[in-house]
């Protein structure tokens, strides 16, 4: 069995039939590298939407303890307990 990909092209005129065959095997392996880097990129993409949204969550609870004073107060009332 051949690792080459060929694209066939048939055109009939009179009574005759002329066959092209044309080898398209390194448009066929630049598209398996681009298939393979879309999927790579789109799992990039989604592990940094992750750390992204767990950083904002954090900052975001950060934040909340320092300007809140009703957390501060509790925070002080309540140092055992860690936020």
């Not at 051949?2 to 694209?7: L, Q």
């Not at 055109?11 to 298939?35: C, S």
């Not at 799992?43 to 957390?71: C, N, Q, W, Y």
């Amino acid at each position: 069995m051949s690792d080459r990909t060929y694209f066939n092209l048939v055109a009939r005129f009179g009574d005759g039939v002329l066959v092209w065959f044309i080898d398209i095997t390194a448009h066929k392996h630049t598209e398996l590298v681009l298939q393979r880097q879309e999927i790579a990129l789109r799992e990039a993409d989604r592990r940094k939407d992750e750390f992204l949204a767990m950083l904002a969550h954090e900052l975001l609870g950060k934040i909340l303890t320092v300007s809140d004073p009703r957390v501060e107060s509790e925070c002080r009332a309540h140092p055992h307990r860690r936020r």
